[in-house]
């Protein structure tokens, strides 16, 4: 069974940084708390998880916004890493026409279809543009997520990931 525990002042102190970069978010009630091992989805670790609370558990929960931290992932991340899943997790959360919501992810595709058919909808398209302009920085303290692009020059159209 998971076990979660209050976050440390880091992680609030990255969460105020960050939401220059929500203005939409301004009178949202957002808490931050860590899991004590990350989950895995389809395979892959969950570093973290933003959840609007029901109106139900408001009553005795009186925030918009749960967000989860994988504290086992989040101790070896970068600083870099840190702010860049706080934005991600912050990023779910909106407004919408009802009241607060929560976001998808801009695009849902597969590495292996772009591989074959190439930036086919508008939604990559604007990504790849996105990818083109970053910077490519390590994700973990150790370097064991790595990025490797064959030519940037070539870029969008060959990259390995």
Not at 58 to 77: C, E, G, R, S
Not at 100 to 107: E, L, P
């Amino acid at each position: 069974m998971a076990e979660f525990y209050k976050v440390d002042d880091e992680v609030l102190e990255i969460a105020k940084d960050v939401m220059r970069y929500h203005p939409d978010l301004n009178g949202s009630r957002i808490v931050f708390v860590f899991r004590d091992k990350a989950q895995k989805l389809h395979g892959s670790i969950v570093l973290g998880a933003a959840q609007k609370v029901s109106e139900k558990y408001k009553v005795h929960f009186p925030y918009d916004f749960l967000i989860t931290l994988a504290l086992d992932q989040w101790q070896n991340m970068s600083d870099v890493g840190k702010k860049a899943v706080v934005d991600h997790e912050l990023c779910h959360c909106t407004l919408t026409e009802r009241g607060w919501g929560i976001r998808d992810h801009d695009i849902e595709e597969f590495r292996e279809v772009v591989e074959r058919h190439g930036l086919y909808k508008s939604d990559l398209m604007a990504f790849a543009m996105a990818v083109k302009e970053a910077p490519i920085r390590d994700m973990f303290r150790d370097g064991s997520i790595k990025v490797v692009i064959d030519t940037v020059d070539e870029f969008p159209e060959k990259a390995v990931a």
